[in-house]
């Protein structure tokens, strides 16, 4: 079995100037295209104002991982959809290399009702929206941070957080291909009425390696909404859940200001080497980098 431990933190820029720059960030998905490494990343108005979007959705490339230098369009913007009016946020990105598959939530024009929707293209700059994927029914809540992984069998599953009894969980579909069509599966894990994760789930980013049980970087909290990253692992087929963490693998530093939000919030992973390097939120405004060394115990 694998244990996993963090061996180095990074902080994680972005260009000055850019669309994005003075705004709390958020949901930092990176992925690897040859020698460059790609970002999406929620930007939010700071403060934000009444009639301020949630989210719009920058995007930059790197190449050290690090220091990305911000494109001057965006990739994703509100509307004009009533779907995703409010606000657009939390970018998972796929490519098969010729074709980008983004899932993000898109938030209503009134700020009360998060919904999943896949937005494609061959080009970056030319997504379009093509399908509301999932959406809870009016009064239940949000569905969002969209998570993606291909099982053993060749399927897929879709992981994603929703609202359930004034709390976060962890859902799962399964589709026969990246764009679904997706059925409700039952939910891969639960809380933990007596450790760190007894309150709030929702989806992290899933590492896949040959020969090793899929891990997912899930996040976790209290009932005070104090979040960690932990993890929890899988079968190849997903079917069952084969090892989960006792304490949290990450937490937030103290925070210089006291009413800062106490969380990390973990949104992708890349391969650094022969360690997994995990991107990820603090106090839902600023960006950085773990890199994760695995152990066999």
Wanted: glycine residues 10%; proline residues 7%; contains cysteine.
């Amino acid at each position: 079995m694998l244990t996993y431990s963090v061996e180095h933190l990074d902080t994680v820029t972005l260009s000055a100037a850019s669309v994005v720059d003075g705004m709390d960030l958020m949901s930092p998905f990176v992925w690897r295209e040859g020698d460059l490494y790609r970002i999406m990343v929620r930007g939010v108005p700071h403060p934000l104002g009444p009639h301020d979007p949630t989210g719009i959705i920058a995007r930059g490339e790197s190449r050290d991982g690090l220091a990305f230098t911000m494109d001057a369009g965006l990739a994703i913007v509100p509307g004009p959809g009533a779907e995703d009016l409010g606000g657009c946020e939390d970018p998972t990105v796929l490519t098969n290399g010729h074709e980008y598959l983004v899932y993000y939530t898109g938030v209503d024009a009134a700020r009360t009702q998060g919904c999943m929707i896949l937005a494609a293209g061959r080009d970056l700059t030319a997504l379009v929206k093509e399908d509301l994927v999932l959406k809870a029914p009016p009064g239940e809540g949000n569905i969002k941070e969209a998570t993606l992984a291909q099982t053993s069998n060749g399927d897929w599953r879709l992981f994603y957080e929703y609202a359930a009894e004034g709390a976060s969980r962890i859902g799962m579909a399964g589709g026969p291909t990246p764009k679904g069509p997706w059925t409700v599966l039952p939910d891969p894990f639960g809380i933990r009425d007596d450790s760190w994760d007894n309150w709030h789930l929702s989806t992290g980013p899933i590492w896949q390696a040959a020969d090793e049980d899929p891990v997912m970087f899930y996040n976790g909290a209290t009932h005070d909404a104090r979040w960690r990253i932990g993890w929890a692992s899988f079968s190849r087929d997903f079917s069952r859940v084969t090892g989960r963490g006792l304490e949290p693998l990450l937490l937030p530093p103290p925070a210089v200001d006291r009413e800062a939000t106490d969380i990390a919030f973990a949104a992708s992973t890349v391969a650094a080497g022969d360690r997994i390097a995990l991107y990820y939120s603090l106090e839902d405004r600023m960006l950085r980098r773990a890199l994760i060394g695995r152990y066999r115990r």
